[in-house]
Structure formats: structure tokens, C-alpha cells
């Protein structure tokens, strides 16, 4: 809460912050594998919300902050962490995306190990749980769902 309420560096330059957030959550997206109907569905808004916020257009497309807090937490992005990558401005910095999908791969290898050598059905819930990764990213990350799927 105090990092939204302070004055922030970036607030000078708004515009050129949502387009990126946007990109960010668009590519963050499109890396899990979920389709803008997927989305609109589960957050119960339309396709055009998502992609305003994806193109930055948002104050045309109905957008507000809710939507932004439940799409970041919904692909597993803290609202901290959105604006620390978008705000470094260049796309390359994103690599660090492919690394923590590697990272909660092993995390779940690891759990599912845990689960099944303490008797415990190996669901997305119950990964989920072990692992502290939301249910949705679980679900929605193809090699950790087909993990789950095949342990």
C-alpha cells in the first residue's frame, strides 16, 4: 500500500508505464498459453477490456485497477513485481520469465516427489497448496499441468 500511495519516479512518463504494463501482462500471458477468451472468462469482463489493457488503451476500453489486480494475480504476478519489470522499459529484461517458469517446474517436480512419499493424491490443488504457485498458473503452465497430470 505505501509503494502505491508514494510518489513514484515513473509517474512522469504514465503512458509509456501502462503500454508496457500492458505488453508485460500480454506476453506473461501468452507464455502460459492462455487465450484472451480464456482470460475475459475467468475475470468475468469482455475480450476488449483485456486487450485494452494489453494495448494500453484503457481509458477508452472501460478498464479499472481491479482488472489489473486480478489479471496479474490470476497469471501469478505480484502488482510489485508487474511494475518492477515493466518499469525497466526493455523487453529484454524479461528473460528472467523463462527462468521462473524453469523454477516452478522444479518446485513442482519437487512437491509432487513430496506428495506422493507422504500418500497424498497429486492434484493441481493439492500442488498448489505444497507449493505456494496459485491453482490458475498451475493450470494453466502446460509442462507443470501435464506434470500434474501424469505423477
Not at 500511495?5 to 512522469?12: A, H, I
Not at 504457485?133 to 506434470?147: A, E, P, R, V
Request: glycine letters at 4%; one cysteine or more.
Amino acid at each position: 500500500m505505501v509503494f502505491l500511495l508514494s510518489p513514484q519516479e515513473w509517474e512522469s512518463d504514465v503512458e509509456h508505464t501502462i503500454i508496457t504494463i500492458g505488453r508485460y501482462l500480454m506476453f506473461h500471458r501468452q507464455l502460459q498459453g492462455i487465450t484472451v477468451k480464456q482470460l475475459a472468462n475467468h475475470l468475468h469482463i469482455s475480450q476488449s477490456v483485456i486487450e485494452g489493457i494489453e494495448r494500453g488503451r484503457v481509458l477508452s476500453r472501460g478498464c479499472s485497477f481491479n482488472n489489473y489486480v486480478n489479471y496479474a494475480d490470476y497469471i501469478g504476478i505480484s502488482l510489485r513485481q508487474l511494475f518492477k519489470i515493466a518499469l525497466s522499459s526493455n523487453p529484454n529484461d524479461w528473460d528472467y520469465i523463462a527462468y521462473r517458469k524453469q523454477e516452478r517446474f522444479e518446485k513442482v517436480q519437487k512437491a509432487i516427489i513430496e506428495l506422493h512419499d507422504r500418500g497424498i493424491d497429486i492434484t493441481c490443488n493439492t500442488v498448489s497448496i505444497a507449493t505456494d504457485i496459485s491453482y490458475h498458473t498451475l493450470k494453466w503452465d502446460k509442462d507443470c499441468y501435464k506434470l500434474i497430470q501424469n505423477s
